[in-house]
């Protein structure tokens, strides 16, 4: 059971560069999102999906899109990469259906724009 | 908007020593959950809290909620080395923002012999 892919691992981009970061669950979540992990200030939300075809910003939107045209995959894509947008990004699933459910997180990607 | 604290920022123990990571929120929730997270490494998930008085406990950890005063705390009993890490809350408010997220700014947890 793979859970939450993220791809790539490690990314370093020059300044206004695109690029997307890859999410995909193996879980049916109809939930997922992408965050940003800066020190000292936890994870802020990006974008959010609560299924295919529907979005909603977070936080921190500005600088990023998304989409999902499945219900695995939720891309996040960086049109001109800007220094401020160096941080860890880990993307997350979630099921609505139980009480019990929790949220389960990729293995994040660490990207550097120079 | 939903505001999560958590306290205190960075923690220095020493092993044997037991102490607590409170957890305040602004507003009411759906669920509580704590992660610990490496240097590193993505968020593993310790516990989450649905109901007001939850209580959960994995070894050396216990997690208790309390929705009323927007509280939750992760104790923690005779530390040992293997638990250094950051530890963070986080609220999802549920209702139409479900699975939308607010995180604490995480507790750096240091273990010394």
């Known amino acids: 059971n793979a859970g939450v892919t993220q791809t790539p691992k490690f990314q370093v981009l020059k300044t206004g560069q695109s690029m997307t970061l890859q999410c995909a669950q193996d879980m049916n979540h109809e939930y997922m999102s992408w965050y940003r992990q800066d020190p000292g200030m936890g994870l802020r939300l990006i974008h959010y999906s609560v299924g295919a075809g529907i979005t909603d910003q977070g936080e921190v939107p500005n600088g990023y899109n998304v989409s999902r045209s499945t219900t695995e995959d939720f891309p996040l894509r960086l049109l001109s990469a800007a220094p401020s947008q160096t941080s860890v990004y880990f993307c997350?699933?979630?099921?609505?259906?139980?009480?019990?459910?929790?949220?389960?997180f990729g293995q994040g990607t660490r990207l550097t724009v120079v | 908007e939903l505001k999560v604290e958590q306290n205190p920022l960075f923690l220095s123990m020493q092993e044997g020593k037991n102490y607590t990571i409170y957890c305040n929120y602004s507003?009411?929730?759906?669920?509580l959950y704590w992660y610990r997270q490496d240097p590193g490494k993505s968020l593993e998930s310790l516990f989450v809290?649905?109901?007001?008085?939850a209580v959960k406990q994995e070894g050396r950890l216990m997690a208790s909620l309390d929705t009323k005063a927007r509280l939750s705390t992760l104790h923690i009993t005779a530390a040992v080395h293997d638990l250094s890490a950051t530890y963070f809350c986080?609220?999802?408010?549920?209702?139409?923002?479900?699975?939308?997220?607010?995180f604490g700014q995480g507790t750096i947890l240091t273990v010394h012999p």
């Open positions: 997350a699933s979630s099921d609505h259906r139980g009480r019990n459910t929790e949220a389960f």
């Open positions: 507003t009411t929730s759906d669920r």
């Open positions: 986080a609220v999802d408010p549920g209702g139409t923002s479900y699975g939308k997220l607010t």
């Open positions: 809290l649905l109901s007001n008085g």
